[in-house]
């Protein structure tokens, strides 16, 4: 079974663009997550989407948005980029929505370098 | 402040050496998962604990929640080289119905 997939890999922006981020969760999980890893805040949570609908959201300015598509693919978009996005954002991908047997499968990440 | 604190934040040790990591709260949580990141990818889940006590072990790790479900350790016997990466551990749900993950351990293991 495929794994979680993330696209871009890479992405450079100036500073004011926007950007859009793709995660396809491996088949069959309908839960999708966002994070945000950087070195000095280590990994946090941007949002959680399960059934196309917002379940939780983190702590983040609404310049950082999401959806997720009936196929459970999901994107999330940053508007007005600034120095500080730069970071590795993490999509995580689970079989259902909490229960004891929860567990999230990462991707490999988007790597988006803001200048 | 985090929820979730993680010692030692760094750990450079001889192949061969044992090592324990730990996580430690305030706050109770329903689970806990340990992940292992290398450099340019994204975690990988090692083990989920759900049980105050429970132990699992996974080959030359072995993984401990505490009684209480606030604290976790990690233990390798034996480290490897392979076993080089960024120890993680996540909590949850707390606050937010949300999954908080720990500071991290980096692990190098010298050859």
């Known amino acids: 079974k495929a794994g979680v997939t993330q696209t871009p890999r890479y992405l450079i922006k100036t500073r004011g663009q926007q950007v859009t981020l793709s995660c396809s969760p491996i088949?069959?999980?309908?839960?999708v997550s966002w994070y945000q890893q950087t070195p000095g805040q280590g990994l946090q949570f941007l949002f959680e989407?399960?059934?196309?609908?917002?379940?939780n959201k983190g702590n983040f300015p609404g310049r950082f948005s999401g959806r997720q598509f009936s196929n459970s693919r999901s994107e999330m978009n940053v508007s007005t980029l600034e120095l500080g996005d730069s970071a590795l954002y993490l999509c995580a991908s689970s079989l259902n929505y909490r229960g004891p047997a929860y567990e999230q499968y990462f991707g490999p990440g988007t790597r988006l370098t803001v200048t | 402040t985090q929820l979730l604190e993680q010692s030692p934040q760094f750990l450079s040790i001889q192949e061969g050496e044992n090592l324990t990591v730990y996580c430690n709260s305030s706050?109770?949580?329903?689970?806990l998962q340990w992940y292992r990141q290398e450099p340019g990818e994204g975690p990988v889940l090692l083990v989920t604990?759900?049980?105050?006590?429970e132990v699992k072990k996974l080959k030359r790790l072995t993984f401990q929640f505490g009684d209480a479900r606030k604290d976790s350790s990690l233990h390798i016997t034996a480290a490897q080289p392979g076993d080089t990466g960024l120890y993680l551990c996540a909590g949850g749900p707390h606050t937010g119905n949300q999954f908080y993950f720990g500071t991290g351990t980096s692990l190098t293991v010298i050859p």
């Open positions: 989407y399960f059934s196309e609908t917002q379940r």
């Open positions: 706050s109770v949580f329903s689970s």
């Open positions: 604990v759900v049980t105050g006590g």
């Open positions: 088949s069959g999980h309908r839960s």
